[in-house]
C-alpha cells in the first residue's frame, strides 16, 4: 500500500533482529519498508546523513532519535505530527512523564517511542564473587572495597574500555548515586553552574578516580563487548554497562542470578537513568508514504510489537502499560525499580546518551570525564574544567 | 608576383618587442633562409607566417592574399619543425595520411600521395613503424613527408637539421637542396647555422634582436656583409675584424695596422669608392679579412704581415692558425702542414676580398 | 641511476644489509594484513577466546561468506555484494569523468594558454587541498537543488568535481612536458581542438592516465564521508555497507566478519595497485612529480 | 577574407576559455562558494541548522575557549610534524635502498605501496590490537622472554597521538616512497660517476648531491603530506576515536563532531576556516612559487 | 714511459662484446681523441679507465701501475662528463671545491686552487652562482675547473663539447686546446666529431664496433687513412671513394674510372710500391679522393675529368661541387663562384693526395 524509508543507526546482529518484529507487523499490514541503515559513532553518522538528507530537501520518511534530536527537528518544522494518533492512542498516559520532553514539542506529538534501555547497571560473575566471598555491594564505598579485595585475588575487578561514552555511564552513575537525584537534576539537566562547581562535584571525581583503580591498563581500544566477555570468562568481576550487555550473558546461556548478577549502581536512592529509542516521522508530501508513516506509529506503539521487540532488544518497553511477564529476571527488576524511580523522581535521562542536557553541553560532562578517567587530573582541576566548559557552550 | 610579402610585422609580448617592424618579400620558388642567434625572433616570425602566432602590426600576405586572420589550415602551408614533432603513437604511414584525413581525402588518393611522397624520400620501407623506431634522419624524412603530401604554396622549416649529428646533417642538407630543386616550391627555412644558410638559401635574411640586418643573396651576404654583426655571424671560423688607419694611396686605400712588438703592417691596394676614401682617409676603420684569403707569403711579397703564430689546429683539408693582429685574436685558414705553433710566419692578404667598416656605426663602408 | 653504484667487489655486505632493511620494512609493513587475515580466518569464539593477532586454531571461511553474501547490514542481510555492484557504479563513471575532464583541462591550460591561465590553474588546484568536512552541508543543498540528492549519479558528480581538482594538476605536469611543437603541427595540418585532443595528445599521455585513474580510483573507491552523506540504503557505496557491519555501538563486533568484509573491500584497490604499481611510480617520474 | 573565417578564427580563440569554464565554474561553486558560505556561518550564532543572523566573531571566541580545541591544535602541530619527518624519512630511505638494482623491486614496491589503498575504517582495528599493551606488539615480545618490554602508548594520554603517527606514517610513507623513487630515477648518472671519481664515498654522495637533488621531489612530498596530515580524519576515527579521552583529537575530528554530534554548527565553522587558512598558509606560497619558476624557467 | 696502457681490453655486457681486444698507449702530454660512431664502445672504454665499469679481460696501466682492481678515487684522473654533471645544489665554488673537501684539503689551500683555476677559465665572477644560472660554455667550464684542481695524472673527457651549439663549440675547442698546451697534462677525450679529433688530437684512435681501426697522428689519419671506414669518417665532406680498375704505367699506376655517357677517365701518375703494383695492376680497386685535391682544370691540363655538375652547394669560402663519377656521388670543394648547377666542368685532381684501397677488404694499398 506504500513505502517508507527508515534511517536509523542499528547494524548489530540483536538490534536487527528487534527491528524485524516492527518491520514484519508493518508488512503484515501491507506497507513495505526500505531500509536505509547508517552504523557507527553511537548515531552520529546517521545524524549526519540526516542532516544532508534534509538540507538537499530529500529526508526518509521515519528517522530514528535518540535524545533531544526529535525535539530539535521539530523546532525547525520538519517533523509530522503525531498527535491525533496520540490522542486516540493514548499515548500520553502510557509514557512515563519523564519522557514527554523528547517525544513532544510544545502541543505536537513527534516520536513513537519503542523501548527503554537503563544505563547504569553492573553486571557481575557470581562465580568470581562467591568464590572471593563478596556480597552485592550496597554502596560505592563497599564496590570499591569488594573491588580491591578482588584485585588481591589476581582478578581484573572492572572490566570496560576507554571510550568516552563508557567512561560516562560510571559518571552518570556517581552523580546520581553519590549526591542524590536533586543533584543529578541540578547539575545534569539545569546545568546550575553553583552545583556544577560545588564540592559535591569534586566528590564524584573523586569517586571515579578510585573506581580508574579498578581498572587494568589494557582497556584502551577495548569494545564493550569484548569486556563483557571479559566478565563472561571470569577474568573480570564486574562492568558497568546498559541493559544491552545482558545479550552476551543470555547468548551463552547464562542465568540471571545463577551464573552472574544484575544490580542498579549502588546509591541511597535508587537511580534509574535511561534512554529511550524513538522513530519520528519527517514532513513528506508523498500520500503513500504519509499513510505509512500513520501505520508505522501505530505498529511501534502497539503493545504487543513492544514486548516483542524489546524481548529481543533486551530492554524494557517504553510503555508503561505493557507487562514483562516473561522477560528475564533482570528485566523484570528493572521494570519494577523504573516505577518505584518514577515515584521517587530518580528516572533521569543518562546525559551520556544524550537525555539530560542537550549534545553542546552533555560532550563537556564527557568530555571532562574521560579525560580526568584516562589522565592525571584532579578533581579540583576536572570541576574547573567542568564549568567553564558549560559556561562555553552556552 | 611574391609568394610571400612580410610587411612591417612586429610582434610584441606585453611589453617585449621581439619583432620589430620586419620586412621581407620572396617570389615563388625562392628559398628564404631566416638567421640569427638564439632568440632573436626567427621562431616567431616563421610561428606568424603559419598562423601559430598572432601579429601585433603589419601585415603578412601569401600569394598576395592578406593572411593576418587566417588560421593555419587556411593558409596553405606546411611545416617541418625542429623536433619534427611526429605524432608519436601513429605509425609513419599515419603520420603522413593525417593531415589529409582531416581534409577527407578519399583514401585512394591518400595512398597514391603517401606512396609518391615515401618513394621521393626513399621511407617506404618504414611506412608501418613508429616514430621511436626510427633513427633521427629517418624521422627527419618523415617530417618532411608529411609536410610534402600537402602540396602547399609554401614550406615553413624550423630548424629542422638542429638535432641531427654532423655527418648527417650534411648529408639531409643536400637532400633538402636537391628536393628544393625538384619540387620548385617556396620554402621559408629558420636556422642558427649559417653554413645552412649559405649552402641552401637564395636569399638570406640575417636578423639580430627582432631586426633583419641584411636581405640578400648568400654568397652577398658572405662578401660583402652590411655590418660586423653580420660579417662575424656569416662565416666560420667568422671573419677577422681589425682595427685599422686608412691612408689614401692614390685611388686605392692602404690599411695601417698595428703589430706587438713589430713595425707597423700595411695592407695596400684596397679598393673604395672616391667619396668614402675622400671621408675615411687617415681615420680609424674595421678591417674585415676572411681567414681563407690569408696565405702563406712568397718571399717577394711586397705586402707581406709578419706574424707569430699562437695555435695552430689541423682541420685536416686545412689548417687554422691563430695569431695577433692589431690587439686582436685573428684566424688564418692555411693549406694543411704549413704552420707550426710558436713560429714566425710571412703572410699575404688578398685585398680584392677586403671589407671596410666604420669604426662607429660598424656598417660597411664601400 | 642505480647501476652506477653498485660496484662489483664492493662488499657482499653491503647487498645484504639493504635486503635485509627492505626485507624487515616490509615485515613490519605486512603485519596489518597479516592480522586481518589470520582473523577473517577465525571462528568468532577463538577470537573473544583471547586470540587476537595469532595463528588460527581452525580455520574457517565462513565470515569469508558470511561478509560477501550473508551479512545483515540493517534489516537487509544481503552482505557486500549489491553495495559492491554500488560501488563500481560510482566509482566508473566518476573516475571516467573526473579523468577525461582532468585531461581535456590539463590539455587547455598548457597547450591553449590564455592570460589567466596560470591563475586557473591555481584556483583548481586549491580545491585539492580543502577539509571535505566543511562542505558536506552545502553540498547537500546543492545536491538537493539539482535533484540528486541521494543517489549514485549524486554522488558520482561530486566525487567528479572534486576529483577535476587532483587530476587536472596531474595533467597539466604532465602536458607541459610534450613539446608544444605537437599541437602546432597538429594544427597546421588542420586539426582543430578537439581533433588534436583526441586523435594527437590522448594517445601519448597513457602514463598519466593511468596514474590519474590509480588514484581516483583509490579516493573514490575508500571514500566514506561522501557516500555516508550523499547516498542512503540500498544505493550506499560499500564503504558506507562496510562501516554499517564494522561500526557496531550496542551489539557485538563479529570481528571474522569484519575483517573479511575489509577485505573483499579493498580488494579491487589492492588489485589495481599491485597491477599497475609500477605504472603508477612511472607516471609519477611522468608527470606528477616535477624536478 | 570572408567575415565568416574571421568569426570563425575568433570563435576558435575563445574555445578553450569555453571548455575550461564549465569545470572552473564547478569547482568555484563547490569549493570557494562553499568555503565562502562556510566562512559566513562561523560568524552566525548557528547551532543545529544553519541560522543567518550576525553574531561576530563570538564563535572563534568560542572556538578558543574549548580545552579540546586547545587539544586539537597541539596535535595538529605534533601529529604533523613527527607524520612529516617520518614519512619523508622513511620514503626516502625505502625509495634509496629500493633504488639499489633490488630484484623483487616490484613486489616490495607493491608492499610499501598496499596500505594508501585500504580504507581506514577497518585497518584501524587491526592497528589498535597490535599496539594494544595486552594483545599486541608488547604481548608478543613479553612473550618471548623479555618481560620489561613496554609498548603501552595507545593507553597513555600523552602518547596516544604517537601512535597515530606510527599508523599514519604505515598508511603514507609508502606515497613518500613512490615519489622519491620517481624523483631518483630521474637524476643524472653522470653527476653520481663524477662524485664517485672524486673520491665521494656512497652515504657521501646520497648525503650531498643526491638529498639535495630531490628537493623537488621533497616539496611535492612535504605539500601532499601536509594535506594528508590536516585532513586526517578515518585514522583518528578509527585507531583511538579521539581517545584516551580527547587526548587525539584533531581539528578535522573536532569540526565533525561540533558540526554533527553537538550542534555547535558555528563553532565547526570557525574550525573549518581555521583549518582553510593554515592550509592557505602552506599551499598558495607553494602554488605561487611553483607557477612563479616554471614561467621563469 | 708511456703514461697510460690499454692492454688488449675486453668488455662485454652478458654475451654481447662491446670492446674486442683493444690496445693503446700514449706518452706523457699526450692528447688522445677516441673518435667513433655512436654505440662504438668510446663512453665505455673511458669508463673503464676511470674505473667507473669493470674490466672484462686485459689490463689497464697508469703511469706504469696497473688500475684493474683500483676504485676511481684511487687512480688519480679527472672526467669531464658530457653533460657535465655539475653538482646542482652548489655553487660554482663548491663544486670546484667538493673533492679537495673530500680529500680534507686546508681551506686556505683550497681556495688558492679554486682561485689559480677559476682565473685560467675565467670564470671567478661566476664562483658564487648555481649552475642552473650559468650557459652552455660557462658549465663547459666549470665542469673544467673541477677536473683541473685535483691536478691529476690523466684528464678524461666524454664528449665535453656536443651539447654546445656550433660557434661555441668552436671557441671552447680552441680554449681546450689551448688549456692543453698550458697544462702540458696527458688528456683522453671522447667524441663521436671528427673535426674535433683533428684540431686538438696529437693522437687519434678511430674506433668502430669495438675495435680501434686506427691509431695515429691525426694528419696521418686524413691523408693517409687504414681502410675505408676511417676515410669516409674522417673528413667532411667525407672522401670521396670510387671504383676503379688499376693499371700500370711505368713505376705509377693509372686509375681508370667510368663515368656515365662519357668516354673513361684516367687519372695518371698516382705513386705506389712495386709490390703493390705488380699485385693490383689491372685489378679493381677503390680510389679514394678528398674533395678538396679536385680543383678546376686550366685547360691545357692533361688529365682531366670532364663531368656534370649535378647540386651546388656554396658555403662561402668554398662551393662545394656534386657530380656523378664511377658511379658513385662525388663531392669537390672549389673556390666559391667557380661552378655552377648543371654546368659541365673540367676538374684537375691532386695525385700526390690520391689514397688507393683493395676493394675487397677495403684496406689502404701502399
Ligand atoms: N610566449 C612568449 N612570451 C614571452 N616571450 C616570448 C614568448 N615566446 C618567445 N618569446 C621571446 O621572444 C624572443 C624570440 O623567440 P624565438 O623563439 O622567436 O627565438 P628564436 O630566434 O627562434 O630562437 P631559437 O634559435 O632559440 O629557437 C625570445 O627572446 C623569447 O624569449
Ligand atoms: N650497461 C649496459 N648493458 C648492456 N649494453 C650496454 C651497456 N652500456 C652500454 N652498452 C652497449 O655498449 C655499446 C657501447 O656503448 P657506449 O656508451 O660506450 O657507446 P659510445 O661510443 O659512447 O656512444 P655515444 O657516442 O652514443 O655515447 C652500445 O652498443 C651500448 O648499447
Ligand atoms: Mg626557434
Ligand atoms: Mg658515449
Redesign the pocket.
Known amino acids: 500500500e506504500g513505502q517508507i524509508e527508515v534511517l536509523h543507526h542499528w547494524v548489530s546482529q540483536s538490534e536487527v533482529d528487534a527491528l524485524n518484529v516492527i518491520r514484519k507487523e508493518l508488512e503484515a499490514k501491507g506497507f513495505e519498508w526500505k531500509d536505509s541503515a547508517v552504523g557507527g559513532m553511537s548515531g552520529a553518522n546517521a545524524q549526519q546523513a540526516l542532516r544532508s538528507r534534509l538540507t538537499a530537501g530529500n529526508p526518509p520518511g521515519a528517522m530514528q532519535f535518540l535524545g533531544w534530536e526529535g525535539v530539535q527537528w521539530a523546532e525547525q518544522g520538519v517533523v509530522r505530527d503525531l498527535n491525533d494518533l496520540a490522542t486516540a492512542g493514548g499515548w500520553r498516559e502510557a509514557l512515563a512523564p519523564q519522557l514527554l520532553p523528547f517525544v513532544t514539542s510544545g502541543e505536537a506529538f513527534i516520536a513513537a517511542p519503542i523501548n527503554m534501555h537503563r544505563q547504569n547497571w553492573v553486571w557481575a560473575n557470581r562465580k568470581l564473587f562467591d568464590d572471593a566471598g563478596v556480597a552485592v555491594p550496597k554502596t560505592w564505598a563497599e564496590l570499591i572495597e569488594t573491588g580491591k579485595t578482588l584485585k588481591e585475588k589476581g582478578i581484573v575487578p572492572v572490566a570496560m574500555g576507554d571510550e568516552p561514552w563508557q567512561i560516562g555511564i560510571i559518571f552518570d552513575a556517581l552523580l546520581s548515586d553519590i549526591n542524590g537525584p536533586e543533584f543529578y537534576q541540578k547539575t545534569a539537566i539545569d546545568l546550575d553552574p553553583e552545583a556544577l562547581g560545588s564540592p559535591e562535584m569534586v566528590k564524584v571525581f573523586d569517586m571515579l578516580r578510585e573506581v580508574r583503580g579498578l581498572v587494568d591498563d589494557n582497556f584502551v581500544g577495548r569494545d564493550w563487548a569484548v569486556a563483557t566477555g571479559m566478565v563472561i570468562n571470569g577474568e573480570a568481576a564486574m562492568q558497568f554497562m546498559g541493559d544491552w550487555a545482558k545479550g552476551e550473558f543470555l547468548a551463552k546461556g547464562l542465568k540471571p542470578n545463577q551464573d552472574f548478577y544484575c544490580f542498579a549502581t549502588p546509591g541511597e536512592v535508587n537511580a534509574f537513568q535511561y534512554l529511550i529509542d524513538s522513530f519520528g516521522m519527517f514532513t513528506v508530501s508523498d500520500e503513500t508514504v504519509q499513510k505509512a508513516q500513520v501505520a508505522l506509529a501505530e505498529t511501534i506503539m502497539d503493545p504487543k510489537v513492544q514486548k516483542g521487540f524489546n524481548l529481543i532488544k533486551g530492554s524494557i518497553p517504553a510503555r508503561n502499560d505493557v507487562p514483562v511477564d516473561d522477560f528475564d529476571d533482570c528485566a523484570k527488576l528493572g521494570y519494577h525499580e523504573r516505577a518505584a524511580a518514577i515515584e521517587k523522581g530518580s528516572m533521569q535521562g543518562a546525559i551520556t546518551h544524550g537525555f539530560a542536557a542537550k549534545p553542546e553541553f552533555a560532550s563537556v560532562f564527557s568530555d571532562v570525564a574521560a579525560q580526568f578517567f584516562v589522565g592525571k587530573m584532579s578533581s579540583e582541576d576536572a570541576v574547573k574544567m567542568l564549568v567553564s566548559g558549560i559556561d562555553n557552550a552556552r | 608576383m611574391s609568394t610571400l610579402e612580410i610587411d612591417r610585422v612586429r610582434k610584441a609580448?606585453g611589453h617585449?618587442e621581439?619583432l620589430k617592424e620586419v620586412s621581407i618579400s620572396i617570389g615563388t620558388g625562392d628559398f628564404l633562409v631566416l638567421l640569427?642567434p638564439?632568440?632573436?625572433?626567427?621562431?616567431?616570425l616563421l610561428n606568424m607566417i603559419a598562423g601559430l602566432e598572432s601579429i601585433t602590426g603589419g601585415e603578412i600576405r601569401i600569394a598576395g592574399k592578406t593572411v593576418n586572420d587566417l588560421s593555419p589550415k587556411d593558409r596553405d602551408i606546411a611545416m617541418v619543425f625542429q623536433s619534427y614533432a611526429l605524432y608519436p603513437t601513429m605509425t609513419v604511414r599515419q603520420n603522413i595520411e593525417f593531415g589529409m584525413k582531416i581534409r577527407r581525402i578519399a583514401q585512394a588518393d591518400r595512398d597514391r600521395a603517401v606512396k609518391t611522397a615515401s618513394d621521393l624520400l626513399q621511407i617506404t620501407h618504414l611506412l608501418d613503424r613508429k616514430p621511436s623506431q626510427l633513427s633521427g634522419g629517418q624521422r627527419q624524412r618523415v617530417a618532411m613527408g608529411r609536410a610534402i603530401v600537402r602540396e602547399p604554396k609554401l614550406f615553413l622549416f624550423d630548424?629542422p637539421l638542429s638535432n641531427l649529428d654532423a655527418k648527417l646533417r650534411v648529408d639531409m642538407r643536400t637532400e633538402i637542396k636537391r628536393l628544393h630543386a625538384r619540387l620548385g616550391t617556396t620554402i621559408v627555412y629558420?636556422t642558427?647555422d649559417q653554413i645552412e644558410a649559405m649552402t641552401l638559401a637564395t636569399r638570406v635574411a640575417v636578423m639580430k634582436d627582432g631586426v633583419v640586418q641584411q636581405l640578400d643573396e648568400p654568397q652577398a651576404v658572405y662578401d660583402r656583409p652590411a655590418n660586423v654583426y653580420v660579417a662575424r655571424f656569416v662565416g666560420s671560423p667568422a671573419m677577422n675584424i681589425v682595427p685599422a688607419v686608412l691612408e689614401a694611396e692614390g685611388s686605392t686605400a692602404t690599411a695601417v695596422i698595428d703589430i706587438a712588438r713589430r713595425p707597423a703592417a700595411r695592407i695596400a691596394g684596397i679598393s673604395l669608392s672616391a667619396e668614402a676614401l675622400r671621408r675615411y682617409a687617415g681615420r680609424k676603420v674595421l678591417v674585415g679579412i676572411r681567414p681563407e684569403n690569408f696565405s702563406i707569403a712568397t718571399k717577394s711579397a711586397a705586402s707581406a704581415l709578419t706574424v707569430d703564430f699562437d695555435v695552430v689546429e689541423p682541420t685536416g683539408p686545412d689548417t687554422l692558425a691563430v695569431f695577433q693582429l692589431g690587439g686582436v685574436e685573428v684566424t688564418a685558414r692555411l693549406p694543411p702542414r704549413q704552420a707550426r705553433a710558436g713560429r714566425e710566419a710571412a703572410l699575404a692578404v688578398d685585398t680584392s676580398k677586403i671589407v671596410l667598416f666604420d669604426s662607429e656605426t660598424e656598417t660597411r663602408i664601400d | 641511476m642505480a647501476e652506477a653504484l653498485s660496484r662489483p667487489g664492493k662488499a657482499r655486505l653491503g647487498r645484504l644489509f639493504v635486503y635485509g632493511c627492505l626485507v624487515v620494512v616490509a615485515l613490519l609493513y605486512l603485519m596489518p594484513l597479516w592480522v586481518m587475515v589470520v582473523t577473517s580466518l577465525k571462528p568468532l569464539d577463538e577470537i573473544y577466546g583471547g586470540s587476537f593477532i595469532g595463528v588460527p586454531k581452525v580455520v574457517t571461511l565462513d565470515a569469508w561468506r558470511a561478509a560477501w553474501s550473508e551479512a545483515c547490514i540493517g534489516t537487509e542481510c544481503t552482505g557486500l555484494k549489491p553495495y559492491f555492484v554500488n560501488s563500481l557504479l560510482m566509482v566508473i563513471p566518476a573516475v571516467a569523468l573526473s579523468t577525461g575532464i582532468g585531461a581535456i583541462n590539463g590539455y587547455i591550460l598548457t597547450k591553449w594558454r590564455f592570460p589567466g591561465a596560470n591563475f586557473v590553474f591555481g584556483l583548481l588546484l586549491f580545491g585539492c587541498f580543502l577539509p571535505y568536512q566543511a562542505i558536506l552541508i552545502p553540498m547537500a543543498r546543492t545536491l538537493g537543488l539539482l535533484g540528486l540528492a541521494g543517489s549514485i549519479p549524486g554522488l558520482v558528480a561530486v566525487h567528479a568535481s572534486y576529483g577535476i581538482c587532483f587530476t587536472t594538476l596531474f595533467f597539466r605536469n604532465y602536458f607541459v612536458s610534450l613539446p608544444d611543437e605537437l599541437t602546432k603541427a597538429a594544427m597546421v595540418d588542420g586539426a582543430g581542438f578537439f581533433r588534436i585532443f583526441w586523435s594527437v595528445i590522448l594517445p601519448t599521455s597513457i602514463p598519466i592516465i593511468v596514474v590519474s585513474c590509480i588514484w581516483q580510483f583509490t579516493q573514490i573507491w575508500n571514500d566514506f564521508l561522501f557516500g555516508v552523506s550523499f547516498t542512503s540504503g540500498s544505493s550506499s557505496p560499500i564503504t558506507v555497507a562496510l562501516n554499517n557491519i564494522v561500526n557496531v555501538t550496542t551489539g557485538r563486533k563479529q570481528y571474522n566478519v569484519d575483517m573479511a568484509a575489509a577485505m573483499i573491500a579493498a580488494i579491487p584497490t589492492l588489485v589495481v595497485y599491485i597491477v599497475a604499481g609500477r605504472y603508477f611510480v612511472r607516471g609519477l617520474t611522468a608527470g606528477a612529480v616535477k624536478g | 577574407m570572408s567575415a565568416s573565417t574571421r568569426m570563425s578564427s575568433r570563435l576558435a580563440g575563445w574555445l578553450p576559455r569555453i571548455v575550461v569554464a564549465p569545470s572552473l565554474l564547478v569547482v568555484i561553486v563547490t569549493v570557494y562558494l562553499f568555503i565562502l558560505w562556510t566562512g559566513v556561518i562561523s560568524v552566525t550564532s548557528s547551532k543545529f541548522v544553519p541560522t543567518y543572523d550576525f553574531v561576530g566573531l563570538e564563535q572563534y571566541v568560542r572556538l578558543w575557549a574549548t580545552p579540546r580545541w586547545h587539544t586539537a591544535v597541539a596535535n595538529l602541530f605534533i601529529f604533523s610534524a613527527l607524520f612529516l619527518a617520518l614519512s619523508t624519512g622513511l620514503g626516502l630511505l625505502m625509495a634509496i635502498l629500493l633504488d639499489q638494482n633490488i630484484r623483487a623491486e616490484g613486489a616490495l614496491r607493491a608492499i610499501y605501496l598496499y596500505p594508501m589503498a585500504l580504507s581506514f575504517i577497518v585497518t584501524g582495528t587491526a592497528w589498535k590490537w597490535i599496539m594494544n599493551p595486552g594483545l599486541g606488539v608488547q604481548k608478543v615480545v613479553n612473550d618471548l622472554g623479555w618481560t620489561d618490554f613496554r609498548f603501552d602508548w595507545i593507553t597513555n594520554p600523552d602518547m596516544a597521538i604517537y601512535t597515530v603517527v606510527v599508523a599514519g606514517v604505515w598508511q603514507s610513507s609508502g606515497f613518500a616512497m613512490a615519489i622519491f623513487l620517481a624523483g631518483l630515477r630521474g637524476i643524472d648518472n653522470s653527476v653520481i660517476k663524477a662524485a664517485q671519481i672524486e673520491g665521494a664515498s656512497l652515504p657521501l654522495i646520497y648525503r650531498q648531491i643526491i638529498i639535495p637533488m630531490l628537493r623537488p621531489a621533497m616539496l611535492s612530498v612535504i605539500v601532499l603530506l601536509s594535506y594528508i596530515a590536516i585532513k586526517s580524519f578515518d585514522l583518528v576515527l578509527a585507531l583511538t576515536n579521539g581517545g584516551p579521552g580527547t587526548a587525539t583529537e584533531l581539528p578535522s575530528t573536532f569540526m565533525f563532531s561540533a558540526t554533527f554530534r553537538r550542534n555547535q554548527m558555528g563553532v565547526g565553522a570557525a574550525s573549518a576556516v581555521m583549518m582553510l587558512m593554515t592550509v592557505a598558509a602552506i599551499i598558495v606560497p607553494y602554488l605561487y612559487s611553483e607557477l612563479r619558476s616554471e614561467n621563469n624557467g
Open positions: 609580448y617585449l621581439v640569427g638564439s632568440g632573436c625572433g626567427k621562431s616567431t630548424e629558420v642558427h
